[in-house]
């Protein structure tokens, strides 16, 4: 009951902020929340069921590309545009993760990164479909019901988006699902032993989180209304690794305190050493993994743990 | 048919720099089971200290020889490779992370590489003077750049200096029982921190000479490594991760396919791009263990 209350308390805190924020402000609170959300769903891809796939971004990019390509080339009504979209991200993810979870280690990485290169490839080849590299730009949300989302309701759209994103993952990181994915991760062969299928569990996962990244991405397509092919390619999905490991892998709040820390620090730190900032994230992660595995979750783990009396041990 | 024949050449020497990113990855992984994305970052920091020492990039009126370029690019490299393998790789492997740790931390290194290199020199590429000048050269029925011939000449004295090494010295046995069992070797007195850090030294010089050998044709800049990077384990999966020939072999299919590819079929230059990309998916799909497969254990 009271987890219910903290739940809607902070989707209102979350979403009254959009309320009082000035253009620009506006601007960098979305691109947060997306971050958080794609975050969100690739730590428990990444960190809790332990495959390092680089197409995150890329499947964010079947989502953009599909609901606008979908909508204004081929004029299709935004709802079903929007289920097209998701299902075109579910499908693709399924056909990719089928023969590539049955890779061992990091060939699902090489796999996944071959697979976002050709990605990048093909939407800055696809001619007038996809815009080319100029990308696609001058479209707009149409108005759902006779409903038009834009100003601060479209913000509120996106804490929703977040909120659902760390709701069902929550939800399935407790259950039986997440359990069977952490063992997965920290030894296949005994996972299978245990009686947990495997390549299922592998392919499930692999779908669900690639299409939650497709679901960010439509909500990134309608954030600037302009979707361009850089924003889809290797940079941004190393980014958001980096965020999940300074975060701390396989907790949703590391995913969140790692995606807002990484996205802000650019603001603060670029005035000062200008292009530099990259290389302070390079040295974040290293010492992260060196000797810091449980990244800033952990640090705020073991702070709260020094507040509360110790009654029990 | 002229065409085809220097089509060839210039097929053989982007070949044979995808072989020897592919085959510093091969140095590394076969003794770790570790896959090191930054060689391409060391790749550039290559052709960087190359153009640093063979022109006056680094120091006033340096303009070095070029063999005094190659020696101090090896040993810069080798010493970045060591240094890199003490400080993050060594620590985790002590500790008995998961193998996918140290990886993850590599992509760190290969970011703070590239962000440096940067830094240091800017965005601008730095043009590198090739060491056999700019006149064609003819070969019997085969033409071309000198530097291409170079390259070619230099790849397959690497390549034959590391198969001798590997097949030949009983350091490179070491690195061969290391490779098939780490416990088995440790207990028949190999030093395994030893062979690592000499993996990594080794990997870091191959990646730095190919970096390089191919800066005269596409001169050095910041953004030369992660193409380098990929190309390089395209090839490394082509041929098989298991032997050195392998790695030869999967960096000329993958150049023979992809500059064929792009003169011959009647597809848009741009999408000729997706062509290594589409090779890696179907040899990992098909055929993870490469054309070359590792030796049998005896």
Same mark, same amino acid.
């Given at each position: 009951?009271?987890?219910?209350?903290?739940?809607?308390?902070?989707?209102?805190?979350?979403?009254?902020?959009?309320?009082?924020?000035?253009?620009?402000?506006?601007?960098?609170?979305?691109?947060?929340?997306?971050?958080?959300?794609?975050?969100?769903?690739?730590?428990?891809?990444?960190?809790?069921?332990? *495959?390092?796939?680089?197409?995150?971004?890329?499947?964010?990019?079947?989502?953009?590309?599909?609901?606008?390509?979908?909508?204004?080339?081929?004029?299709?009504?935004?709802?079903?545009?929007?289920?097209?979209?998701?299902?075109?991200?579910?499908?693709?993810?399924?056909?990719?993760?089928?023969?590539?979870?049955?890779?061992?280690?990091?060939?699902?990485?090489?796999?996944?990164?071959?697979?976002?290169?050709?990605?990048?490839?093909?939407?800055?080849?696809?001619?007038?479909?996809?815009?080319?590299?100029?990308?696609?730009?001058?479209?707009?949300?149409?108005?759902?019901?006779?409903?038009?989302?834009?100003?601060?309701?479209?913000? =509120?759209?996106? =804490?929703?988006?977040?909120?659902?994103?760390?709701?069902?993952?929550?939800?399935?990181?407790?259950?039986?699902?997440?359990?069977?994915?952490?063992?997965?991760?920290?030894?296949?062969?005994?996972?299978?032993?245990?009686?947990?299928?495997?390549?299922?569990?592998?392919?499930?996962?692999?779908?669900?989180?690639?299409?939650?990244?497709?679901?960010?991405?439509?909500?990134?397509?309608?954030?600037?209304?302009?979707?361009?092919?850089?924003?889809?390619?290797?940079?941004? =999905?190393?980014?958001?690794?980096?965020?999940?490991?300074?975060?701390?892998?396989?907790?949703?709040?590391?995913?969140?305190?790692?995606?807002?820390?990484?996205?802000?620090?650019?603001?603060?730190?670029?005035?000062?050493?200008?292009?530099?900032?990259?290389?302070?994230?390079?040295?974040?992660?290293?010492?992260?993994?060196?000797? *810091?595995?449980?990244?800033?979750?952990?640090?705020?783990?073991?702070?709260?743990?020094?507040?509360?009396?110790?009654? *029990?041990? | 048919?002229?065409? $085809?024949?220097?089509?060839?050449?210039?097929?053989?020497?982007?070949?044979?720099?995808?072989?020897?990113?592919?085959?510093?990855?091969?140095?590394?992984?076969?003794?770790?089971?570790?896959?090191? +994305?930054?060689?391409?970052?060391?790749?550039?920091?290559?052709?960087?200290?190359?153009?640093?020492?063979?022109?006056?990039?680094?120091?006033?009126?340096?303009?070095?020889?070029?063999?005094?370029?190659?020696?101090?690019?090896?040993?810069?490299?080798?010493?970045?490779?060591?240094?890199?393998?003490?400080?993050?790789?060594?620590?985790?492997?002590?500790?008995?992370?998961?193998?996918?740790?140290?990886?993850?931390?590599?992509?760190?290194?290969?970011?703070? +590489?590239?962000?440096?290199?940067?830094?240091? $020199?800017?965005?601008?590429?730095?043009?590198?003077?090739?060491?056999?000048?700019?006149?064609?050269?003819?070969?019997?029925? +085969?033409?071309?750049?000198?530097?291409?011939? $170079?390259?070619?000449?230099?790849?397959?004295?690497? $390549?034959?200096?590391?198969?001798?090494?590997?097949?030949?010295?009983?350091?490179?046995?070491?690195?061969?029982?290391?490779?098939?069992?780490?416990?088995?070797?440790?207990?028949?007195?190999?030093?395994?921190?030893?062979?690592?850090?000499?993996?990594?030294?080794?990997?870091?010089?191959?990646?730095?000479?190919?970096?390089?050998?191919?800066?005269?044709?596409?001169?050095?800049?910041?953004?030369?490594?992660?193409?380098?990077?990929?190309?390089?384990?395209?090839?490394?999966?082509?041929?098989?991760?298991?032997?050195?020939?392998?790695?030869?072999?999967?960096?000329?299919?993958?150049?023979?396919?992809?500059?064929?590819?792009?003169?011959?079929?009647?597809?848009?230059?741009?999408?000729?791009?997706?062509?290594? +990309?589409?090779?890696?998916?179907?040899?990992?799909?098909?055929?993870?263990?490469?054309?070359?497969?590792?030796?049998?254990?005896?």
């Amino acid at each position: 009951m009271i987890r219910t209350f903290i739940w809607i308390a902070a989707i209102i805190a979350a979403s009254a902020i959009a309320f009082v924020l000035g253009g620009y402000a506006t601007d960098v609170y979305r691109k947060m929340l997306i971050w958080i959300a794609l975050a969100l769903s690739y730590n428990f891809l990444f960190g809790t069921a332990g *495959q390092v796939a680089f197409s995150h971004f890329a499947f964010a990019g079947v989502g953009a590309y599909g609901v606008v390509i979908l909508s204004t080339k081929l004029g299709l009504p935004f709802g079903i545009a929007f289920i097209g979209a998701m299902a075109l991200c579910a499908l693709i993810a399924f056909i990719v993760a089928v023969p590539s979870t049955r890779l061992e280690g990091f060939y699902l990485a090489l796999a996944t990164l071959a697979f976002a290169q050709l990605f990048t490839v093909l939407i800055n080849e696809g001619g007038d479909l996809t815009g080319g590299t100029g990308g696609i730009a001058g479209y707009s949300l149409p108005s759902i019901f006779g409903l038009q989302l834009r100003g601060p309701w479209y913000t =509120v759209v996106l =804490v929703l988006l977040v909120a659902g994103t760390l709701l069902l993952l929550n939800r399935l990181d407790n259950s039986s699902f997440g359990r069977a994915c952490r063992a997965i991760r920290e030894n296949p062969a005994v996972a299978a032993a245990m009686g947990i299928n495997v390549r299922r569990t592998k392919v499930i996962t692999f779908t669900l989180t690639s299409t939650l990244a497709g679901l960010a991405g439509i909500a990134y397509a309608y954030t600037d209304n302009v979707i361009n092919p850089p924003v889809f390619g290797l940079e941004n =999905v190393f980014l958001l690794l980096f965020m999940i490991i300074v975060g701390g892998m396989g907790r949703p709040l590391g995913a969140v305190v790692g995606a807002i820390l990484l996205y802000l620090a650019p603001f603060f730190l670029e005035p000062i050493v200008g292009h530099g900032y990259l290389v302070i994230f390079g040295i974040l992660v290293v010492l992260a993994i060196l000797y *810091q595995p449980a990244g800033l979750a952990g640090l705020i783990d073991r702070g709260l743990g020094l507040l509360r009396p110790r009654s *029990q041990s | 048919m002229e065409d $085809f024949l220097e089509l060839t050449v210039s097929a053989t020497a982007s070949g044979c720099i995808y072989a020897l990113m592919a085959l510093s990855y091969l140095i590394v992984l076969r003794p770790t089971s570790i896959i090191n +994305f930054a060689i391409g970052e060391w790749a550039a920091t290559g052709a960087f200290v190359g153009v640093g020492v063979l022109t006056t990039l680094l120091w006033p009126r340096l303009d070095a020889p070029y063999p005094v370029a190659v020696a101090i690019v090896l040993v810069v490299l080798g010493l970045l490779g060591w240094a890199v393998e003490r400080l993050t790789v060594r620590p985790l492997v002590k500790r008995g992370a998961p193998v996918t740790s140290p990886i993850l931390a590599l992509l760190g290194v290969l970011v703070i +590489f590239r962000e440096t290199l940067t830094l240091l $020199f800017g965005a601008d590429p730095f043009p590198s003077p090739p060491p056999l000048g700019y006149r064609r050269l003819e070969i019997g029925p +085969f033409a071309g750049a000198p530097q291409q011939f $170079f390259i070619i000449a230099v790849t397959l004295t690497i $390549f034959a200096g590391v198969w001798y090494f590997f097949e030949r010295t009983v350091w490179g046995r070491a690195f061969e029982a290391v490779a098939i069992n780490r416990r088995a070797a440790a207990l028949m007195g190999i030093n395994l921190g030893r062979v690592t850090a000499l993996a990594f030294a080794a990997g870091a010089a191959v990646a730095g000479m190919a970096g390089l050998l191919i800066s005269p044709l596409t001169s050095a800049h910041y953004m030369m490594g992660l193409p380098l990077a990929i190309q390089g384990f395209t090839a490394l999966v082509i041929g098989g991760v298991g032997r050195v020939e392998g790695a030869l072999l999967g960096g000329l299919i993958l150049a023979f396919a992809e500059q064929l590819g792009a003169r011959y079929l009647p597809i848009p230059s741009g999408l000729t791009l997706a062509f290594p +990309f589409s090779l890696l998916i179907l040899f990992l799909l098909l055929r993870p263990t490469g054309l070359i497969a590792p030796r049998e254990v005896r």
